[in-house]
């Protein structure tokens, strides 16, 4: 019989019974109001909607597709067939959280994809419609690292174009005196190019726009003198504006690295000085065995080895964290107001997800593993220290079989960093 057959037959015979015991019992207020609520309870149970074993299974199946690897255990049943307390407000929980995740996904994705593809398209291609988001930020990728091997010819254009200038300048500055005005704008914009071109690019565009300012003063007070030579003067500011803002997007293009689009060492810098004196924890971590990736399947797995993993980390990451590569494979996050028993937490969350992530590449899926070094920084205390305490913190590690965390106290100055 099924559940539905047997609640009827337990009625039938509740109606049976029912007479025979009230007459047997007629004074029984207690009795009577008991055997009423039994057969409430019956009428309940029968009304009441009921899965077939199979399909309860097949939902918790499916349901347990939406939780993590730590969670999805949380559903098997204990000894007695039930589900403990603590384990259904962890579940409740993290399903709340995974449904954050996937709404806030579906309302930034579409942001995403217009964004690289309008990025890419600035810079001289178009993703394809039917592309996929990763390729679209691939071929961001590849543009940025093209236009940044470009760096050179761009210094190399610019000093021709100063070269070229200077004739011009002379000829104006003669102009000038001829005409009987002075330009000492004009004769320190001379000064300025006469100059060798700094390798810091923050100085190049520094001094670049001081000559220009001298240029355009000086092509202001060529307006009556000669129209002809003005035109010809508002074509090289034209050409040295235009050079500027090349220069700022190299800039700009510098501060990421080419190969995974993480923040590179020189944005780390930048971040720690926008924190000042700010509690924050520095993690360090590095890729276990990586040279054995390289030296088995080639530096091309490798370097997809690095890229997923830098997707993951900047996937693990909180809005407020940053996280950059800061050389080969090794990586680092800063958790800005942040103490370092919280940063250690989520480093070992990071390092145990690390475990368990597939890495699939061109080679086949590769299993990785990761060592990871954090310490806190002191306010009052420089940033390098709090970067060689995580460091050390890090070889510590190491040192101590890899693929785990360790917290370091903060450096001492008279220490020195482990060689590896």
Same mark, same amino acid.
């Given at each position: 019989? /099924?559940?539905?057959?047997?609640?009827?037959?337990?009625?039938?015979?509740?109606?049976?019974?029912?007479?025979?015991?009230?007459?047997?019992?007629?004074?029984?207020?207690?009795?009577?109001?008991?055997?009423?609520?039994?057969?409430?309870?019956?009428? *309940?149970?029968?009304?009441?909607?009921?899965?077939?074993?199979?399909?309860?299974?097949?939902?918790?199946?499916?349901?347990?597709?939406?939780?993590?690897? *730590?969670?999805?255990?949380?559903?098997?049943?204990?000894?007695?067939?039930?589900?403990?307390?603590?384990?259904?407000?962890?579940?409740?929980?993290?399903?709340?959280?995974?449904?954050?995740?996937?709404?806030?996904?579906?309302?930034?994705?579409?942001?995403?994809?217009?964004?690289?593809?309008?990025?890419?398209?600035?810079?001289?291609?178009?993703? +394809?419609?039917? %592309?996929?988001? #990763?390729?679209?930020?691939?071929?961001?990728?590849?543009?940025?690292?093209?236009?940044?091997?470009?760096?050179?010819?761009?210094?190399?254009?610019?000093?021709?174009?100063?070269?070229?200038?200077?004739?011009?300048?002379?000829?104006?500055?003669?102009?000038?005196?001829?005409?009987?005005?002075?330009?000492? *704008?004009?004769?320190?914009?001379? @000064? !300025?190019?006469?100059?060798?071109?700094?390798?810091?690019?923050? #100085?190049?565009?520094?001094?670049?726009?001081?000559?220009?300012?001298?240029?355009?003063?000086?092509?202001?007070?060529?307006?009556?003198?000669?129209?002809?030579?003005?035109?010809?003067? #508002?074509?090289?500011?034209?050409?040295?504006?235009?050079?500027? +803002?090349?220069?700022?997007?190299?800039?700009?293009?510098?501060?990421?690295?080419?190969?995974?689009?993480?923040?590179?060492?020189?944005?780390?810098?930048?971040?720690? @000085?926008?924190?000042?004196? %700010? +509690?924050?924890?520095?993690?360090?971590?590095?890729?276990?065995?990586?040279?054995?990736? /390289?030296?088995?399947?080639?530096?091309?797995?490798?370097?997809?080895?690095?890229? #997923?993993?830098? @997707?993951?980390?900047?996937?693990?990451?909180?809005?407020?964290?940053?996280?950059?590569?800061?050389?080969?494979?090794?990586?680092?996050?800063?958790?800005? %107001?942040?103490?370092?028993?919280?940063?250690?937490?989520?480093? *070992?969350?990071?390092?145990?997800?690390?475990?368990?992530?597939?890495?699939?590449?061109?080679?086949?899926?590769?299993?990785?593993?990761?060592?990871?070094? !954090?310490?806190?920084?002191?306010?009052?205390?420089?940033?390098?220290?709090?970067? @060689?305490?995580?460091?050390?913190?890090?070889?510590?590690?190491?040192?101590?079989?890899?693929? +785990?965390?360790?917290?370091?106290?903060?450096?001492?100055?008279?220490? %020195?960093?482990?060689?590896?």
């Amino acid at each position: 019989m /099924n559940q539905i057959e047997l609640l009827n037959q337990l009625l039938d015979d509740m109606d049976m019974v029912r007479p025979a015991l009230l007459n047997a019992i007629p004074d029984k207020v207690e009795f009577r109001s008991t055997t009423n609520r039994m057969i409430a309870s019956l009428e *309940e149970l029968k009304q009441a909607p009921s899965i077939p074993e199979d399909t309860f299974i097949w939902i918790s199946q499916q349901f347990a597709k939406l939780l993590d690897l *730590e969670h999805a255990p949380l559903l098997r049943p204990t000894h007695s067939n039930t589900i403990s307390t603590d384990s259904r407000e962890a579940i409740e929980t993290h399903v709340l959280e995974r449904l954050a995740l996937i709404s806030q996904a579906l309302q930034e994705i579409p942001t995403t994809q217009v964004i690289l593809d309008s990025s890419c398209e600035m810079i001289g291609s178009k993703a +394809r419609d039917d %592309d996929s988001l #990763q390729k679209r930020a691939r071929l961001l990728q590849q543009l940025i690292q093209k236009h940044l091997q470009g760096n050179a010819d761009l210094r190399s254009e610019l000093q021709q174009l100063i070269n070229a200038i200077t004739p011009s300048m002379n000829a104006i500055s003669d102009l000038l005196v001829e005409a009987g005005e002075e330009s000492p *704008e004009l004769k320190q914009a001379k @000064k !300025i190019l006469e100059q060798k071109l700094p390798d810091d690019i923050d #100085q190049a565009k520094e001094m670049l726009q001081k000559a220009r300012k001298g240029i355009l003063t000086a092509g202001n007070k060529l307006e009556n003198a000669s129209e002809k030579l003005q035109n010809t003067i #508002q074509g090289q500011v034209e050409k040295l504006s235009s050079l500027s +803002r090349k220069l700022e997007k190299a800039e700009s293009d510098a501060r990421n690295d080419p190969l995974t689009g993480l923040a590179n060492r020189r944005s780390v810098a930048e971040q720690l @000085k926008t924190l000042g004196q %700010d +509690r924050y924890s520095f993690l360090v971590i590095d890729i276990d065995h990586f040279k054995e990736v /390289n030296d088995t399947h080639g530096h091309d797995v490798g370097d997809e080895i690095l890229t #997923q993993f830098a @997707k993951f980390l900047d996937g693990c990451a909180r809005s407020t964290d940053f996280a950059a590569r800061v050389g080969g494979e090794e990586f680092c996050i800063i958790f800005p %107001d942040t103490v370092v028993e919280d940063g250690a937490r989520i480093a *070992e969350t990071l390092r145990h997800s690390i475990e368990l992530q597939p890495f699939k590449t061109s080679a086949g899926t590769i299993d990785i593993t990761a060592s990871f070094g !954090i310490a806190e920084h002191e306010p009052g205390t420089n940033h390098a220290s709090t970067f @060689k305490a995580a460091d050390k913190a890090l070889y510590q590690s190491k040192d101590n079989g890899r693929n +785990r965390v360790t917290v370091q106290a903060q450096f001492q100055p008279n220490e %020195d960093i482990p060689k590896n």
